[in-house]
């Protein structure tokens, strides 16, 4: 046997169902909002790396020796007047660095001697 609903309280069900579902379809629009805005928060506030490789190639250069790649990473960051006591943000520079350095390789700018073992690879500049 169905259950009977009077019909004031199904139009009250009716109403509020319609407005749960205006609420979820808000939430959801917000949410893709806050996601897109979160995203181009995390862009504009990247840490850029402007003039790290013109003075990893100087500090290089002075070092007249190559050199690894954390050592010329905490140089730079030093440079820069950076924190070197975070390890996490040392070593995203000194991945970010490896990817210049790896550029810089394949123009002819820089030169990598492997290291044997554990020991790093060495960079060096070749003029």
Avoid: F
Avoid at 21 to 50: C, F, K
Avoid at 78 to 84: C, N
């Amino acid at each position: 046997m169905p259950l009977y609903i009077p019909p004031a309280r199904a139009r009250l069900i009716a109403n509020l169902t319609t407005d749960i579902e205006l609420a979820r379809n808000a939430i959801a629009s917000l949410s893709a909002e806050v996601e897109r805005i979160a995203g181009r928060l995390d862009y504009l506030t990247r840490d850029r790396q402007r003039h790290v490789m013109r003075d990893a190639l100087t500090i290089l250069r002075r070092a007249g020796a190559p050199m690894g790649i954390r050592a010329l990473t905490v140089a730079v960051m030093v440079e820069h007047g950076r924190d070197t006591t975070d390890a996490a943000l040392v070593h995203r520079n000194m991945e970010k660095l490896r990817v210049c350095l790896t550029h810089q390789r394949r123009a002819g700018i820089v030169r990598r001697e492997l290291g044997s073992g554990r020991a790093p690879a060495m960079w060096d500049v070749m003029w």
